[in-house]
Nanobody, 116 residues
């Protein structure tokens, strides 16, 4: 059974930090590119950061470049998103996605709220 389980969300003040984690199981993690998406209330889903299968290739939305860092540990089947200098506009539900060819898997999401 494929599972992607996100954790680490919560309420943080502007300028603060959070680290999201996604634990994968039920598939060969190292064969899949991993991506963090987010959906803010009333907005379309947005790609936040992605990482290739070996971790060598990463990509970020312009809005998070320099503040967020994606990383993966293939031995532990986990992917993380370190979020620094958080802004109110980062408030959203964050989703972990695993993608390979025509197959992708989604987690249930974790809420991040940035508010004073």
């Amino acid at each position: 059974q494929v599972q992607l389980v996100e954790s680490g969300g919560g309420l943080v003040k502007p300028g603060g930090s959070l680290r999201l984690s996604c634990a994968a199981s039920g598939f060969i993690f190292g064969d899949y590119a991993m991506t963090w998406y987010r959906r803010a209330p009333g907005k379309e889903r947005e790609l936040v950061a992605s990482i290739g299968t070996t971790g060598d290739n990463t990509d970020y939305a312009d809005s998070v470049k320099g503040r967020f860092t994606i990383a993966r540990d293939n031995a532990k089947s986990t992917v993380s998103l370190q979020m620094n200098n958080l802004k109110p506009e980062d408030t959203a539900v964050y989703y972990c996605n695993a993608w390979r060819a025509s197959t992708d898997y989604w987690g249930q999401g974790t809420q991040v709220t940035v508010s004073s």
